[in-house]
């Protein structure tokens, strides 16, 4: 019964919160006088603002939760596009005039009534000035190019004689409309308002022009040239067969043309040893070296022997070839066509063809052809098609239009791309894998298979590896920003293996992000697990293992974000066994459904979590609520309040142990069977002020929290509180004319930063009542916690090493939106810390910017009650971080972590590492781990280097000092080829007792940046 009575306190303390937070008491709320407009003041809100100056004019793009408020009308919409002009309107009144554009389930709230527009361009006056409030980032970057103020710009111009001077602005169209005629009402000026009977420009085209004369017709040149030190022979006549007549004229003995002076084309160099051309008939048989005709004029070459065809980036050989000028189509047979690809560092895509065909500027159509990134006359392996088509295409949701520097206007960001029929990848000469239909950017090839790798060790056996492009292999487009793999291998000593993963980034229909990623894996396990020393033969409870591992986030304009995994594995050692990466630094697998909103200093969230892996530590929330509130500034400033609020059903429940009794495992104390109401609140006010150079806080911190089930299957309940000061205070000085070319140093600044905080906390409950119903420990981390008992420490852990103490000596979950509340107790302590950063300046004269020297970081705490809270020792948790960057490629690093009483943690760190651009690095460093029974020295060195453009090495190795015992070594010999990549490698793990060799051979896919074997950094921009 006093359980619920305290329950009660806790609620009305808990509404109490809310109900500040929410009615924002001294939260920064504007109030506005208003008079009758226009003296009636503007003010303008939103989440995000990019705004920036042109001319007389101020710009602002807004999005989310956007408002406008005049007198007694409110706008409020998605997104808006805000231009302001400030004019005098005499000596002592300016005039703000606006232009807005809002778009997105735009609302019109007023007095007379609530209207709903799905856009709307207002046009707004002010004497008053206008206010602004934006609630999240605020950028000064311009955004010309951003689609939302594409679209304003057009509707604000749409229809006034003001259009034409927003030619610069606006896209391009081909045609050319007369405008209707305008009546404009004298003193509207630029009403703003869309004519809806006026055609808008449309992107890639000119603008409407502003006269009634027709576009003068654009004008082609043509000059001819011999094709070397030798003249060509010329033969011209009149053909009186056709209609109109046409000149003929055949042209021997090498020849080059190039055609020029149309926009949409650009320039055409056409080389051959023989042409005929057919254009409009002259007026006697001449033949000129330089014509000057109009786009419409017929002209037609043909072209045979050592063709080459030169346009922008694209180049084609061929023996035959036909071109349409006045079409700009062309035929060529037996060709080979050439296309840089944009912004990847010079990459070429090679289509090999039996014909071409050029359907317009940047779309082409190959006939039995393969195309490939290799200059190789015939790769190794492509992908060979009857039919091959590369056209532009704006590929990436993200991606934007661009300022033509040379025009002014508005270009789309595009890419070539392929899409290939009836293709079968081939190897050599034998055809390996057939796929229908395969579309993707040119950049990449196409090819299905991105790694195959045969190996041999101790734990999987023999192994063949190899790794797939899913969309080549079941002939899908790949979507941007995009990728899926399939991986199919074949271990002798555990079964078939087979595993899917991926990454994905987009947006919807209605322009929110998204992004997650995924992995799935399978085998039919026929082996035992071996993951280190004393864990070398563990069975498992059944041979079909596997893992589902997923994330996916949506994030909505309006502050929501949406949240969804799924994780889960068959049994307790897959994961560690097969991904032993992900599963020392990867995060948990969870289930979990969730939805966040986050608004001004308010968030709130609402989720659920079941807990699907029984071997695991994980409390299930079935569901869980959370009410956060941050930095609410109250009375005039003065205070600052923040606060957490939770409660939720939960359950709790100890892990299972494992199957195979020799792995070792030992119930980790403060997890328990438990199950109900969890809740809890917590409240904090903080007085910042200044104190001439030193910045002081005082601050206090209330919590109640209620717990229905126990280590006792009773209720607990706690009341806790917290008061204290921060201090901090910055003292630098400036050393301008120290110079030194060894250290490369041009001048130097001393920065120190002198901290303080001292807290005095008190609990109704002990920590050791209380279960830990919010992990803060990884899964991995829980394991070697499971073994650590019984192997180090024989079965009992000291009290020194007890993971929650440690956390509330080190102030943990002091924090008011700390996720493990659970972790306080009564407690004093003085936190102390200094910071020094020695700064100086690097880079061009003309472009200086500061960069660190020197860092180091001292920190120390100060325990008053000693024996209570430290152990018996006053000082504890010394820790130090220092880093000295010597030049710009090499760094030292080293660090500490040191307690004072006996058996304490002693751990430091020193690495040394160097970088030589993209020849290679090096790295050597010592690490010392030691706490009573456990002592672990640890030297390792590694390196990558370079050693010419075909060969690179990458070694690694380390050693315990301490107990004299190898550790482990690896070693990888890459050769870099035209069409792969060739690894061979070496390893040994010393705590699984095992050896592995290795062959991996890598297709040189496309400009990838990314290799299995981490040496991407050494192979330069063709890889």
Not at 58 to 79: N, S
Not at 288 to 295: A, D, F, N, R, Y
Not at 324 to 347: M, V, Y
Not at 423 to 438: K, M, Q, W
Request: with cysteine; aromatic share 10%; glycine share 8%.
């Amino acid at each position: 019964m006093k359980g619920y009575l305290r329950l009660s306190i806790w609620v009305f303390i808990g509404l109490v919160g809310l109900l500040l937070a929410i009615t924002g008491i001294g939260g920064g709320a504007h109030l506005w006088a208003r008079t009758t407009a226009p003296q009636e003041s503007i003010s303008l809100s939103a989440d995000w603002l990019q705004e920036w100056e042109q001319g007389r004019e101020h710009i602002g793009l807004f999005r989310g939760h956007c408002q406008i408020t005049q007198g007694a009308t409110t706008w409020q919409a998605d997104k808006m596009v805000v231009w302001v002009e400030s004019a005098d309107v005499d000596s002592t009144v300016v005039e703000d005039r606006l232009v807005i554009w809002l778009e997105g389930n735009v609302q019109e709230i007023s007095a007379t009534g609530h209207r709903s527009d799905s856009s709307r361009l207002l046009k707004l006056r002010t004497i008053a000035g206008v206010d602004l409030s934006v609630r999240g980032r605020v950028s000064d970057q311009p955004a010309i190019d951003d689609a939302l103020y594409i679209r304003a710009l057009k509707q604000r111009f749409a229809g006034t004689p003001e259009a034409a001077l927003a030619r610069s602005e606006l896209l391009q169209t081909q045609l050319t409309v007369d405008p209707p005629a305008l009546t404009i009402p004298p003193g509207s000026g630029n009403s703003g308002f869309a004519n809806p009977g006026v055609m808008t420009p449309q992107l890639g085209q000119p603008a409407p022009s502003m006269n009634n004369s027709p576009a003068p017709a654009a004008m082609r040149r043509v000059r001819i040239f011999p094709r070397s030190a030798v003249p060509f022979d010329v033969r011209s006549f009149r053909n009186e067969n056709t209609l109109p007549p046409e000149q003929v004229v055949q042209l021997t003995g090498g020849v080059t043309i190039i055609v020029d002076g149309i926009e949409r084309v650009g320039v055409i160099d056409l080389s051959a040893d023989n042409a005929v051309i057919w254009t409009t008939a002259l007026g006697k048989e001449e033949f000129s070296t330089e014509s000057l005709q109009t786009g419409d004029t017929p002209y037609q070459v043909y072209l045979e022997g050592n063709i080459v065809i030169r346009q922008g980036e694209n180049i084609v050989r061929a023996t035959r070839a036909f071109y349409d000028a006045r079409e700009d189509r062309a035929l060529i047979l037996d060709a080979e066509l050439k296309s840089i690809i944009p912004d990847q560092q010079g990459l070429t895509v090679r289509v090999r063809a039996e014909s071409i065909r050029q359907l317009s500027r940047d779309t082409f159509q190959a006939r039995n052809a393969y195309v490939t990134t290799s200059q190789l006359g015939e790769p190794v392996y492509r992908i060979q098609s009857s039919d091959i088509f590369i056209d532009q295409r704006t590929w990436s949701p993200w991606s934007q239009p661009t300022v033509d520097p040379e025009t002014g206007l508005l270009k789309p960001n595009t890419i070539p791309w392929v899409t290939a029929q009836n293709n079968a990848f081939v190897f050599g000469s034998v055809p390996l894998l057939y796929a229908p239909v395969i579309s993707g950017p040119a950049e990449d090839p196409n090819i299905p298979i991105q790694g195959f790798t045969f190996g041999q060790d101790n734990i999987f056996g023999s192994q063949i590896r190899t790794r797939w492009d899913a969309f080549q292999i079941f002939g899908l487009q790949k979507p941007a920003d995009t990728r899926w793999t399939l991986e199919a291998d074949y271990l002798s000593d555990r079964g078939p293996f087979l595993a899917t993963d991926g990454k994905y980034r987009g947006l919807d229909n209605y322009g929110n992000s998204f992004f997650g990623q995924g992995l799935a894996a399978y085998v039919n396990d026929g082996g035992v697990d071996n993951l280190g020393l004393n864990r070398r033969d563990l069975a498992f409870p059944n041979a079909n293992r596997g893992i589902v591992d997923a994330q996916h986030r949506h994030q909505f304009l309006n502050g929501i974000e949406l949240q969804a995994e799924a994780g889960y594995a068959s049994d307790r050692n897959f994961r560690e066994q097969y991904y032993e990466q992900q599963f020392d630094t990867g995060k948990d697998l969870e289930m979990y459904l969730g939805m966040t909103q986050r608004y001004d200093q308010l968030a709130w969230s609402i989720w659920g979590r079941p807990s699907v892996n029984d071997f695991e530590y994980t409390t299930q929330w079935l569901p869980r609520g959370d009410l956060f509130v941050l930095g609410t500034p109250l009375l005039s400033n003065i205070l600052s309040y923040s606060s957490h609020s939770s409660v939720g059903y939960a359950q709790l429940d100890n892990a299972a142990p494992p199957p195979d009794p020799n792995d070792l495992f030992t119930p980790l104390p403060y997890y328990t069977d438990a199950n109900g109401l969890v809740a809890m609140t917590r409240h904090a006010i903080e007085a910042p002020f200044q104190l001439g150079e030193l910045m002081l806080a005082p601050y206090a911190m209330g919590e109640a929290a209620f717990w229905s089930d126990g280590f006792t299957n009773d209720s607990v309940d706690r009341f806790y509180g917290r008061a204290g000061l921060r201090a901090n205070l910055q003292m630098w000085r400036v050393y301008p004319y120290v110079q030194s070319d060894l250290y490369n140093l041009n001048g130097l600044a001393h920065r120190m930063n002198f901290g303080a905080d001292y807290g005095y906390a008190a609990s109704s409950t002990s920590l050791s009542e209380i279960p830990q119903w919010n992990e803060f420990d990884d899964n991995s981390q829980e394991r070697f916690r499971e073994r650590l008992v019984v192997n180090t420490f024989g079965g009992i852990l000291p009290n020194v090493f007890e993971p929650r103490n440690y956390a509330v000596r080190s102030g943990a979950a002091t924090g008011v939106a700390d996720p493990y509340h659970e972790l306080v107790d009564d407690q004093q302590v003085l936190a102390l810390a200094w910071t020094h950063r020695l700064q100086t300046k690097v880079g061009p004269p003309e472009r200086l910017r500061i960069k660190d020297w020197m860092t180091l970081d001292l920190g120390v705490n100060y325990y008053p009650d000693a024996s209570r809270d430290n152990f018996g020792e006053s000082f504890g948790l010394f820790n130090a971080r220092y880093a000295w960057y010597v030049g710009d490629r090499t760094s030292i690093h080293a660090s500490t972590l040191l307690d004072f009483f006996d058996d304490g943690q002693k751990i430091f760190n020193v690495g040394v590492l160097t970088q030589r651009s993209v020849r290679g690095s090096a790295y050597v460093g010592f690490r010392q781990v030691d706490g009573g029974a456990l002592l672990s020295q640890i030297l390792t060195a590694s390196y990558s280097y370079q050693m010419s453009p075909k060969w690179i090495s990458t070694a690694g190795t380390a050693y315990d000092v301490g107990e004299g015992q190898n550790r482990g070594q690896s070693l990888t010999i890459t050769r870099v080829g035209e069409s792969f990549l060739v690894h061979l490698g070496a390893s040994y793990d010393a705590s699984k007792n095992n050896p592995g060799i290795a062959i991996s051979i890598e297709p040189k896919l496309g400009n990838r940046k990314t290799s299995p074997t981490m040496i991407s950094p050494l192979m330069g921009a063709g890889f």
